[in-house]
């Protein structure tokens, strides 16, 4: 079963503390990408894997969803999303995407953010998401980028003249790469690019967008930190759509 | 027009030294996974974007190709294209492929290799490539990875452990990268691999599948100094499809 960092008491103290977890929406500024990529949602059956809190899942029903189906391993995250929702049309589960199981063809949506790079078995996730989708239907994942996860050290050094770079090794060798973020040893999975799209691919989805996630001049002039996202690319977003 | 570095004589000369240059297919460690993307070719009429010496138009004539139309912008590759080739169902014409014009559905299969990060306009490209293909035709090319083009200074550095790192930044600032190989100022284009699998997408290609190549242990075992391209993604590698 995939690592469960999310019911670690220091990590969710530390990880509700994050401005996307306080703002919600407006506190993710790759929301604004996100938002570009998704389909009309009037009338669908949505499935959100790896909902946290529940921002989405809320707002894909504000966006007229017909329902929302809320999946995360966290029972601290699945807490604070049903105390967060009165609409009866959403409803929150627990389950671990390494092992989920899904019924055929009861989706017409899938979104997924952040979570796929905690799991394991990434082509298994994707034949289970793609056999729960109707035909034609949309699928909407953000993950962190193969080139953000790779090295040994991921953390900024500097260029001969000063300016930040990205370190980036052991690209092509995939597997488990542990963090210390809020909490000692999270595990996530790194995969590069190639073997990321064609598992997707492989599944029987047709990749439509790529998103790589760079700040605005905007949201630059507002929070000037940002600017780094510019030098490295940090975020994977995929708009992908299930075979007809 | 792009920059002909290739009619350059200092570069011409030292690129003419380059293993891949004089042993051919078995001198590009990334010729078996090009080779495992490619279709069946028998009986197609294939078009190669950048053929430089005529390595693979000779190659695809050899898989029976039906004819084969090497395209390249440099006199001195074409030359020796054409002083190499007996074969009359190859041809070669020198054209920029910034302002190639092809006939319509011409061509059952179109290749290039290390040649599209030299065009500052990839989208045009992508759109008279597809135009020249007939429906459902394949299409395989490799350029430089978006990763090795971005840093302003795209050389090995060392991490605190004194792990070899290849240095990212700048990765969103799409444009104009200038290096020294074999001679100054070789002009490049970066795009990130968002911008480039998007403009294939736009075109009308659909996406099969990816490779970042990465050396086998065989390989290693034979050329020891391969190994460092399993620390970076060195090289892009994408099989697409014209729409039906």
């Given at each position: 079963?995939?690592?469960?960092?999310?019911?670690?008491?220091?990590?969710?103290?530390?990880?509700?503390?994050?401005?996307?977890?306080?703002?919600?929406?407006?506190?993710?500024?790759?929301?604004?990408?996100?938002?570009?990529?998704?389909?009309?949602?009037?009338?669908?059956?949505?499935?959100?894997?790896?909902?946290?809190?529940?921002?989405?899942?809320?707002?894909?029903?504000?966006?007229?969803?017909?329902?929302?189906?809320?999946?995360?391993?966290?029972?601290?995250?699945?807490?604070?999303?049903?105390?967060?929702?009165?609409?009866?049309?959403?409803?929150?589960?627990?389950?671990?995407?390494?092992?989920?199981?899904?019924?055929?063809?009861?989706?017409?949506?899938?979104?997924?953010?952040?979570?796929?790079?905690?799991?394991?078995?990434?082509?298994?996730?994707?034949?289970?998401?793609?056999?729960?989708?109707?035909?034609?239907?949309?699928?909407?994942?953000?993950?962190?980028?193969?080139?953000?996860m790779a090295a040994d050290?991921?953390?900024?050094?500097?260029?001969?003249?000063?300016?930040?770079?990205?370190?980036?090794?052991?690209?092509?060798?995939?597997?488990?790469?542990?963090?210390?973020?809020?909490?000692?040893?999270?595990?996530?999975?790194?995969?590069?690019?190639?073997?990321t799209l064609n598992a997707?691919?492989?599944?029987?989805?047709?990749?439509?967008?790529?998103?790589?996630?760079?700040?605005?001049?905007?949201?630059?002039?507002?929070?000037?930190?940002?600017?780094?996202?510019?030098?490295?690319?940090?975020?994977?977003?995929?708009?992908?759509?299930?075979?007809?």
């Amino acid at each position: 079963m995939a690592q469960n960092i999310y019911d670690d008491p220091d990590f969710f103290r530390g990880y509700s503390t994050l401005p996307r977890q306080i703002l919600g929406l407006a506190g993710a500024p790759e929301w604004p990408a996100i938002e570009r990529l998704m389909p009309a949602l009037a009338g669908k059956r949505v499935i959100d894997l790896g909902c946290g809190f529940g921002w989405v899942s809320r707002w894909m029903r504000e966006q007229g969803a017909a329902s929302v189906l809320g999946i995360d391993l966290s029972e601290n995250m699945l807490r604070r999303a049903r105390a967060d929702t009165v609409d009866t049309a959403i409803t929150y589960r627990i389950a671990d995407l390494e092992t989920l199981d899904l019924p055929e063809a009861a989706f017409d949506f899938a979104y997924s953010a952040l979570t796929f790079h905690y799991i394991a078995n990434f082509a298994r996730l994707m034949q289970v998401i793609h056999r729960a989708l109707t035909p034609g239907a949309g699928f909407v994942f953000t993950i962190e980028h193969p080139i953000y996860m790779a090295a040994d050290h991921p953390g900024w050094m500097a260029d001969l003249d000063g300016r930040k770079i990205w370190p980036v090794n052991g690209y092509a060798m995939e597997g488990e790469r542990r963090t210390n973020w809020f909490a000692e040893g999270v595990i996530k999975y790194h995969r590069t690019m190639a073997t990321t799209l064609n598992a997707v691919i492989g599944a029987g989805f047709v990749i439509e967008r790529l998103d790589e996630f760079a700040p605005s001049d905007r949201q630059i002039a507002e929070m000037p930190e940002l600017a780094e996202e510019r030098e490295r690319p940090m975020l994977l977003l995929v708009r992908a759509r299930r075979d007809p």
